[in-house]
């Protein structure tokens, strides 16, 4: 039942109420009474009045069949309540409560502003659908003519969007906190149904798994040409525009990279790298895809709760060892269905077997979006826990977005997918007061300049710590940062 629904009634000539409703049927109800009313069995309600905010929907007659402190039941005279007419009422009542304080804490000028995104949205699908109705089945020539099509669209319709949603993003800046929550109601409910086109978003926002970036999104992120229809197929065009999307595969080159100079060190024994939520595991296929005869055996831990993950990535990561390299590669994939909960604070021995055993001595530790999501104390925390899992030279490399006017807005108005946006200065700090006193600590970057990584090495040596050497976007070739 909704939060706010309610009775009154007229008892001995009396208004009673509003009461809070505890429970209602087809045949009665119960509600919450007041100590000073006493309602004994057998008393009529005359009037009586099912409410939502204040607003009457329902109206019959009933009478009291129990009563007990702080509560009463009735059963309904007049006739039987409809629960599925009632449901619609309710439905219809709360969705035009919401419109009429969407009207009144929203400022006009950014409802239009969404509206004047809808219509932009509008205007292009019904061109792209006329032009849908006289396309020529030939798969080749209708790939090329949409390539050439979208990239014309993009550069002027496109941009017009852009600008909008970047208009967006400022002036939600300024909303109150309630305001703010009216808000993805109404940009979710006016832009979706045009935006559902796209797999990206329609995915984003429906959070099959119960969450937006779950392994099959991120899998989305590296497809190419797919959406219902024309339509969808343009708009997937324009979110692979989106800078946050361009810095999320941007990222994987800088991660694919990392994992090779981890893997072409010089040293002794298997080269151990973990993943945290390892996802679909992307930059670990584009290495095996292109990786020669390695030096060392590599051993490649996916570290994720999500056992659909791992079965895509085990799957994907299995193929091409066996078909690209004929099984004879010395790398081993283990998936560790493990929680960060459960990394940070083990709660079983099974547990604390495998942070103290199965991940120590690693030469990468890496994440990718993992930070995006964690508060500052639980990312310091991780950050603390995975470098002391390195062994002495080992690298540490945690990633997080920086806010994108174009791409920001959307998630979080549209598509219900906040995000935690950190800056040089506080990836930095989380990295503070790490013991041993790391070799080096930094920032490197994609090449978009939107993903940020915490770049730490651990000192070979322990004993006689120099100071960490700081490094940015000027690190040396040869210290294993290929893309900025």
Same mark, same amino acid.
């Given at each position: 039942?909704?939060?706010?629904?309610?009775? +009154?009634?007229?008892?001995?000539?009396?208004?009673?109420?509003?009461?809070?409703?505890?429970?209602?049927?087809?045949?009665?109800?119960?509600?919450?009474?007041?100590?000073?009313?006493?309602?004994?069995?057998?008393?009529?309600?005359?009037?009586?009045?099912?409410?939502?905010?204040?607003?009457?929907?329902?109206?019959?007659?009933?009478?009291?069949?129990?009563?007990?402190?702080?509560?009463?039941?009735?059963?309904?005279?007049?006739?039987? =309540?409809?629960?599925?007419?009632? +449901?619609?009422?309710?439905?219809?009542?709360?969705?035009?409560?919401?419109?009429?304080?969407?009207?009144?804490?929203?400022?006009?000028?950014?409802?239009?502003?969404?509206?004047?995104?809808?219509?932009?949205?509008?205007?292009?699908?019904?061109?792209?659908?006329?032009?849908?109705?006289?396309?020529?089945?030939?798969?080749?020539?209708?790939?090329?003519?949409?390539?050439?099509?979208?990239?014309?669209?993009?550069?002027?319709?496109?941009?017009?969007?852009?600008?909008?949603?970047?208009?967006?993003?400022?002036?939600?800046?300024?909303?109150?906190?309630?305001?703010?929550?009216?808000?993805?109601?109404?940009?979710?409910? $006016?832009?979706?149904?045009?935006?559902?086109?796209?797999?990206?978003?329609?995915?984003?926002?429906?959070?099959?798994?119960?969450?937006?970036?779950?392994?099959? $999104?991120?899998?989305?992120?590296?497809?190419?040409?797919?959406?219902?229809?024309?339509?969808?197929?343009?708009?997937?065009?324009?979110?692979?525009?989106?800078?946050?999307?361009?810095?999320?595969?941007?990222?994987?080159?800088? =991660?694919?990279?990392?994992?090779?100079?981890?893997?072409?060190?010089?040293?002794?024994?298997?080269?151990?790298?973990?993943?945290?939520?390892?996802?679909?595991?992307?930059?670990?296929?584009?290495?095996?895809?292109?990786?020669?005869?390695?030096?060392?055996?590599?051993?490649?831990?996916?570290?994720?709760?999500?056992?659909?993950?791992?079965?895509?990535?085990?799957?994907?990561?299995?193929?091409?060892?066996?078909?690209?390299?004929?099984?004879?590669?010395?790398?081993?994939?283990?998936?560790?269905?493990?929680?960060?909960?459960?990394?940070?604070?083990?709660?079983?021995?099974?547990?604390?077997?495998?942070?103290?055993?199965?991940?120590?001595?690693?030469?990468?530790?890496?994440?990718?979006?993992?930070?995006?999501?964690?508060?500052?104390?639980?990312?310091?925390?991780?950050?603390?826990?995975?470098?002391?899992? =390195?062994?002495?030279?080992?690298?540490?490399?945690?990633?997080?977005?920086?806010?994108?006017?174009?791409?920001?807005?959307? $998630?979080?108005?549209?598509?219900?997918?906040?995000?935690?946006?950190?800056?040089?200065?506080?990836?930095?700090?989380?990295?503070?007061?790490?013991?041993?006193?790391?070799?080096?600590?930094?920032?490197?970057?994609?090449?978009?300049?939107?993903?940020?990584?915490?770049?730490?090495?651990?000192?070979? =040596?322990?004993?006689?710590?120099?100071?960490?050497?700081?490094?940015?976007?000027?690190?040396?070739?040869?210290?294993?940062?290929?893309?900025?």
């Amino acid at each position: 039942m909704p939060a706010d629904l309610a009775c +009154r009634f007229v008892c001995d000539g009396t208004f009673v109420g509003p009461l809070v409703l505890l429970d209602l049927s087809a045949a009665g109800f119960a509600a919450a009474v007041p100590p000073a009313i006493v309602l004994p069995e057998g008393t009529v309600l005359d009037s009586f009045e099912l409410l939502v905010a204040d607003r009457p929907i329902w109206t019959g007659e009933a009478v009291v069949v129990h009563g007990s402190a702080g509560r009463i039941g009735g059963r309904f005279t007049s006739d039987v =309540l409809d629960l599925e007419h009632l +449901r619609l009422g309710v439905t219809l009542e709360g969705r035009l409560a919401i419109r009429r304080e969407q009207a009144l804490e929203l400022p006009p000028e950014w409802r239009a502003a969404v509206g004047d995104l809808r219509q932009l949205l509008e205007d292009v699908r019904f061109e792209l659908e006329e032009i849908e109705r006289a396309e020529i089945h030939d798969p080749l020539r209708r790939s090329e003519e949409e390539a050439s099509l979208f990239e014309g669209l993009r550069a002027n319709w496109g941009a017009v969007f852009i600008r909008g949603v970047e208009q967006l993003h400022a002036m939600s800046k300024g909303l109150d906190p309630r305001a703010a929550v009216l808000g993805h109601g109404y940009a979710s409910s $006016m832009l979706m149904p045009l935006l559902a086109a796209c797999p990206m978003h329609r995915r984003a926002y429906e959070k099959p798994l119960g969450y937006a970036g779950d392994y099959r $999104m991120m899998e989305l992120y590296f497809a190419h040409g797919i959406g219902d229809g024309l339509f969808g197929r343009f708009l997937y065009s324009v979110t692979k525009q989106y800078t946050l999307v361009r810095a999320v595969i941007a990222r994987e080159v800088l =991660l694919r990279n990392a994992v090779r100079a981890a893997a072409e060190a010089e040293g002794e024994g298997p080269v151990r790298v973990l993943v945290l939520a390892a996802g679909p595991a992307m930059e670990l296929r584009r290495f095996l895809e292109e990786t020669g005869p390695l030096k060392r055996p590599l051993e490649l831990i996916l570290l994720d709760q999500d056992r659909g993950a791992h079965e895509s990535a085990h799957r994907h990561l299995t193929r091409i060892l066996l078909e690209r390299h004929d099984g004879m590669l010395p790398v081993s994939v283990r998936c560790l269905h493990f929680s960060v909960r459960q990394l940070l604070k083990p709660q079983t021995p099974e547990d604390e077997r495998v942070v103290q055993e199965t991940l120590a001595g690693l030469d990468l530790v890496y994440s990718g979006g993992l930070y995006d999501y964690l508060p500052e104390p639980v990312a310091a925390r991780l950050t603390q826990v995975t470098y002391s899992r =390195l062994r002495p030279g080992g690298r540490l490399l945690h990633g997080n977005l920086i806010e994108a006017p174009d791409t920001t807005w959307v $998630m979080e108005y549209v598509l219900g997918w906040p995000l935690i946006y950190r800056t040089d200065e506080t990836m930095l700090r989380l990295g503070a007061g790490l013991e041993p006193v790391p070799a080096s600590v930094g920032i490197s970057r994609d090449d978009t300049g939107h993903s940020i990584f915490l770049d730490v090495t651990k000192p070979v =040596l322990t004993a006689q710590p120099e100071p960490p050497r700081l490094h940015g976007q000027d690190r040396a070739p040869e210290d294993g940062l290929l893309a900025r």
